[in-house]
C-alpha cells in the first residue's frame, strides 16, 4: 500500500518507516522536522498540504503518528495542542476519505485514560485494571484532551463514511528518563514498567502493521499497546500492596536477578494495562516482555529495553539548534 506516515521524523516513525517498506508498502513520511524518513516537511493541522500530499503521492492509506505530546505541555500552548492533535487528525481523516482510502491508524495513548484519581494511586480494589472500556475516561492534560476529542473525531467519521479506523493506545515507549519518576531511574524503571505499562517502539512498530493490515476486519475498533502483564485480575488487590509478593509467584528467581543486578523490584503497582483486545482482534502481542529482560539478565547480555537518557524529541532538537545558531 503507498502509506502516508506522520510523525515520520520521530522515535516511534524511524523504527515504523523501514518495518513498513520492508513488508512492501511505499512510505511517504511527513512532518514537521526533517528525518531519514520524511519526504514532507510540514504540519498536518495545514489542511491544503495535507491534501497534496494524499493526491500527489496516490496514498491508499495513513498512519497517523505525529503529534504534540506530554513532554511538549511545558513548550507548548494548549492552543497549538488543538491545532496539532485534534485539526491535523481532522485535516487527516478527511483528506483520507476524499481519497477513497479505506482505512486509517491513528496512534493514540493509555495517557487519556489516566484520570486525577488513578494518578492519584490504587483503587478501592486495588490496582486498576486498565482495558478499553475503562470508564468514564477524563484526562487530566491538554494532551489527553486532544488525543481523546481525536479519537472521538476519527470514530464520527468512520460512522458518517465507514472508513475503517483503528484507535491504538499507546502505552509508554520513549527511550528517555521518566520526566516525574526518578527513582529507580533508567533501565531498571523500564524494565519494572514492561510487568504493567511499558512496551518496546519494536514492537509498538509491529502492532502497527498488523493493525494496518487487518484493519478491514476491525472496522472501527480502540486497542491498548503494551507488553503483556503476567498478572490477572484477581493479583490487582495484592499488587497494590505487596507486588514483589506476586512477582515472585509468577518470576521465582526474579529477586534474586535483581539483586546481582542492584536493580529493585516494584513495591506495589497501582495499575495494569491490558493488551489483550489486540491480540484477540488483530493477531497483535508484544514480542518482549519482562521474561524477556530476566532472561537478558539471566544471560548477561543487553537489556531489551531502549534507553537513551539524551534522547530529545525532534521539534526541541530543531528549537534548540535554531537558539544556537
Ligand atoms: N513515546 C511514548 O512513550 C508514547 C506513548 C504513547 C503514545 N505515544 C504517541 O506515539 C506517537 C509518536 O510519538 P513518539 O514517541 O515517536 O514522539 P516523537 O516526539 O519522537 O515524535 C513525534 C513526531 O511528530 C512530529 N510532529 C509534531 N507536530 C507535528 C505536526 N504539526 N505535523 C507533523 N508532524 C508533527 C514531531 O516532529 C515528531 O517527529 C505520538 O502520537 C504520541 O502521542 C507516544
Redesign the pocket.
Known sequence: MRVLL????????RYLAPLLAQNGHDVTG????P?AYTQIV????DRALVERAMGEHGIDAII?????????IVRYPRQAFI??NVT?TLNLIEAAVAAGNDRFLF?????LMVRADVRAGAGDKGAWWMDEDFSPVEPRNI?GIT?LAAEQAVKLIHREHGINVAIL??????PEDDDTHAVPSGPNLKANELLHRRLT?ED?AAAHLAALEAAPAIGCDSFILSAPPPFARADAEELAHDARAVIARYYPDAAELYAAAGWTLPQTIDRVYDPSRAARRFGWRAQTDFASVLTALRNGTASPVAHDPD?T???VR?EREACTS
Open positions: 506522520t510523525g515520520s521524523s520521530g522515535w516511534l516513525g511527513l512532518d514537521v522536522v528525518g510540514g504540519t498536518v493541522a497517523h503518528g505525529g503529534a504534540l505530546h506530554k513532554p511538549d491545532d496539532v491535523g496512534t493514540s495513548t493509555t495517557s494532551y488525543k493506545r499507546t502505552g509508554r515507549f520513549f517502539v509498538a534522547y524529541s525532534p521539534i530543531q
